[in-house]
């Protein structure tokens, strides 16, 4: 019943700030997705615990998080038990920008369920992460001569992430070091990745510019005669 309520005034909400149709279906796909026909206010209820309790709690509910993300392959209890600790959940409808390679926010992003694309500015999709991957810098792009790959990170499902915010992360590296030796680790192999990536596409984006031109006889119109050379 409380579901039903929420969603009523949902609708009276969006019917009365004349929300266009698709921004209402987004939203109720939220709804749906994150409340699953069911209503309750999580922070009520981890409120009324005592701080043990919440961990149990908290353990428990990221037990599909712990084995999915390979991030934490390798690190002790207390590492995870410290990234756990901090992380917030936030879910994304397809079609959602999650985060652009230009933007500084510090933010890294695990992923516990659906498929996120890496799409170049041109909107070609050159890859896709999934469950257990995880997305964000922790290094600086120039330090690995990738400070002119340019992405974003679109949701093209439902996508269920959990997101650690820059101080949490800091924290997280100054107490146990070895959580921040492993982030780093596999985000180095990210950057190798993209870097390839990124040199194929170009060089294909390249290859279909030249003979796009040809097609329009623009390169042998505008070409230097040979004759200018002899």
């Known amino acids: ?13 969006m019917v009365h700030k004349s929300f266009p149709q698709q921004l209402k279906k987004r939203i109720f796909k939220y709804y749906d997705y994150k409340y699953n026909n069911k209503f309750f206010s999580e922070q009520e209820v981890l409120g009324t615990l005592s701080e043990h309790l919440k961990m149990e709690v908290l353990l428990y509910s990221c037990r599909n998080l712990i ?7 390798g ?3 207390s590492d995870v038990g410290c990234i756990l600790a901090q992380l917030k959940q936030e879910i994304f409808v397809p079609g959602d920008t999650i985060l652009n ?24 999709e050159v890859t896709h992460i999934e469950d257990g991957d995880f997305f964000g810098n922790i290094l600086e792009p120039k330090e690995f001569g990738a400070e002119n790959i340019l992405y ?36 180095k ?13 170009d060089d294909e984006d390249t290859t ?3 003979l796009r031109e040809l097609r329009k006889k623009k390169i042998l119109e505008q070409g230097l005669h040979r ?4």
Do not use: W
């Open 227 to 230: 004759s200018l050379f002899e």
């Open 1 to 13: 019943m409380k579901f039903e309520s929420l969603r009523i005034q949902a609708e009276s909400y």
């Open 101 to 124: 390679s230009t933007e500084d926010t510090g933010c890294i992003y695990f992923i516990l369920l659906g498929t996120c694309g890496i799409i170049t500015l041109r909107g070609k």
């Open 67 to 73: 084995q999915r993300v390979h991030a934490f392959k």
């Open 208 to 210: 279909g510019d030249i």
């Open 189 to 201: 192999a990210k950057y190798r990745r993209y870097i390839n990536l990124f040199r194929a596409e």
């Open 152 to 187: 974003s990170v679109l949701a093209l499902e439902m996508v269920e992430v959990y997101k650690l915010e820059p101080e949490d992360l800091n924290y997280c590296a100054r107490t146990h070091p070895r959580i921040k030796d492993k982030l780093e680790s596999i985000e």
């Open 75 to 77: 690190l002790t209890r």
